[in-house]
């Protein structure tokens, strides 16, 4: 079954290659796209409708009903921040709709802080030639990002 | 089955980017692979949704399985890999 990915966040749509991390840039962690976020406070939304089987303060996936999992990671290297600067508005464990709040965070002060604020958006264990990059540009949380076959 | 417990080097655990490296390189392996956390349900090795599930953080005990020809020498690279700092 096709699905299609929402842009958890509002911002620019870019490719993978351009995020700035050699690992995401790389598909290794998976093929998708990735959002250059406004800078300004923001809620990212869950990309698809499914299971919340991970939540972090910087990252969370979301796992539909016919097991497909997509990573949604805010920032890069933010792993270190140790959660400050974001707020969990959804549990995990939790069954969520494409589009519902899942963290609150601001691009502008990971920024301020040193790191990256690009988020990629990654289709777990899928092939390359699976995804389709429909959005080039600008974006608003819960448009159509990709669309994974 | 071979099988080794070893404890997580990488500090954030394996996470996206560590996680990436594991995945990356059990897929390469001919043979199946397994991981769990100690005394918990084994997931695939080749996974990335199902390692990331898992939530192994730094200093966890983890458990890799493999079967089959060659079994021995895959858990033995994947042991090494989890005992180094895929941070970097």
Known sequence: ??????????????????????????????????????????TAVAPIAGRLVKLKPHAFVVQSEDGRGVLVHLGIDTVNLDGEGFELVATEGEDVRAGQPVVTWNPADVEAGGLSPV????????????????????VVAGDELFHWR | MPERTVTVASKVGLHARPAAVFVKKASELPVPVTLAKDGGKPVSAKSMLQVMSLDVRHGDRVVVAAEGDGAAAAVDELAELLESDLDG
Do not use: C, H, W
């Not at chain 1, 966040?9 to 998708?32: H, K, N, Q, R, S």
């Open chain 1, 1 to 42: 079954m096709d699905i299609y990915i929402s842009s958890p966040l509002t911002g620019t749509a870019i490719g993978l290659p351009e995020v700035p991390d050699p690992v995401f840039a790389g598909l290794m962690v998976g093929p998708g796209a990735a959002v250059d976020p406004d800078r300004k406070l923001q």
């Open chain 1, 119 to 138: 988020s990629p958006v990654i289709a777990l264990d899928a092939e390359a030639s699976a995804i389709d990059v429909i959005v080039d540009g600008n």
